[in-house]
C-alpha cells in the first residue's frame, strides 16, 4: 500500500471510518494474500471500493493538540497499563500493588531566574521578592514582586533574557533521556550497594520497573515523573525480598538522583559542561488508599502522555531551513530557545564523537544534533512495570 501524506481532515464517512480522527492517513492500494506454497492468489483487498478509493486510517498521534480524538485513545490506554501495575489486572497479579512503589519527580536545575506563581496555603505569593533594588549586570531588576495570575503569560519566562542560560537549557533538553538512562543504571547499582551486593547479585533478587514520562515546564526545560516498582526476580508475580523496601527505594532514588551527571564533549565553540538533575527531587510512595493512590498516579502520568511542548506556549511543528523565526507567532523566550537549538545543530561536531545522538531540541520541535556524552556501559537488566513498560512522552 501506498502512503498518502494526511490530507485535509473531511467531516462525514472517512472520519467515521477512522475512529474520529481528525487528521486520518490516506492509505490507497492493494493487499494480496497468495498461498506460499502454490503461488495461488487467495484473497485480494484493494482500496478501490472504499469511499474515494482511499481507506482512512486513524492517524494514532498521542499529542492532544495534534488530534484529540486519538490523543484521548492513547491517554486512556496509558491510565491503564499504569493502572494495572500497580494495582494489577489484566494479566498482572494484585499482588503486586503491595510491592514496593514511589512516584519520583527528577527536575531540571535552574538556568536563571523565572517569573513563576507560587502559592502556599491558598494564598498567592510574589514571584521573587528580592531586597536593594539590585539590578542585573543588563541593568534589569532581579526582583519580581508581583503575584502572577495563573494565566499570566510572562510565566515561565525568565526576569532577564540577557543572564538567562539558554544553552545550558537547550542542552539539558537535549541530554534528558541520556540523564535518565544514567539515573536507571545508578539507581540499580545504588540498591546494590545498599544491600552489601554486586549489581549482578542484585538483578537475582531484584527487578527495578519504571514507567516514566516527561513534563515540560512553563521555562521551556523537561522534568521527568516516574513510577518505580520492585518486583522478585520473576517480574510483577513475584515479590521482592523483605529488605527490599520503600524506604530503601526512597533513599537510593535520592542519592541516584543527585550522584548522576553528564560532561558534555567540548566543541571550538561549545566549551565542556556538567549536566545533572536540579536539587529538588520528590519520591513519595504510592499506596491503595494514601493520598498518593494508584488512580491519582495513573491519571497524572496519562495526562502528561498527551502533551508535549505546546504547553509551553511554543510551536507545535518542524522548524524547516526557510522559517523566518521572526515571523512565528510566539513569544521572546521560546523563540530565543529555538534559535539556541539551531545555532547548537549547526556547531560543528566534536571530532572525537562520530556517533552523534539526534539531540531532543528545546521547546522547539526543531531536530538538531549534538555531540554524543561520554558513553555510559549499557545497563544490566531492563525491566518493566507492568506487562511492557511505558516511556511516555520522552522529550
Ligand atoms: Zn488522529
Ligand atoms: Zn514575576
Ligand atoms: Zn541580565
Known sequence: ???????????????RHAGGCVQPVL?????????????????????????GGVLPVACK???????????????????QLIRTGLTGGKGIPETVSAHPCVFATLTAPSFGAVHARREHNGRVLACRPRRGGRTCPHGRPVSCTERHSAADSRLGEPLCSGCYDYTGSVLFNAYAPELWRRFTITLRRTLARQAGMTSTALG?????????????QRRGVVHFHAVIRLDGPGGPATYPPAWASTDLLTAAIDQAATAVHIQTPA???LPSRTLAWGREHDTRPITATGELNDGKVAAY??????????????????INPGTRLA????????RRLIAECLRLGKLPRGSNNSALAHGRTCSASAATSLPKAAPTPPPSARSAL?????SANAP
Open 204 to 216: 537475582k533478587q531484584v527487578r527495578v520497573s519504571f514507567a516514566k514520562v516527561a513534563e515540560y
Open 61 to 79: 498521534t498521542r499529542r492532544a493538540s495534534r488530534c484529540l480524538p486519538c490523543a484521548e485513545i492513547y491517554r486512556a490506554d496509558t491510565y
Open 386 to 390: 507492568p506487562a511492557a513498560s511505558t
Open 301 to 318: 502520568v496519562a495526562k502528561y502522555a498527551t502533551k508535549a511542548v505546546e504547553c509551553t506556549g511554543t510551536l507545535d511543528q518542524r
Open 327 to 334: 515571523d512565528l507567532a510566539i513569544r521572546e523566550h521560546p
Open 27 to 51: 492509505l490507497r492500494g492493494r493487499v494480496d494474500h497468495i498461498d506460499g506454497a502454490t503461488g495461488e492468489l487467495l484473497h485480494r483487498y484493494t482500496t478501490v471500493h472504499e469511499p
Open 267 to 269: 566543541t571550538a565553540d
Open 1 to 15: 500500500m501506498t502512503l498518502s501524506a494526511p490530507l485535509d481532515p473531511r467531516p462525514g464517512q472517512q472520519a
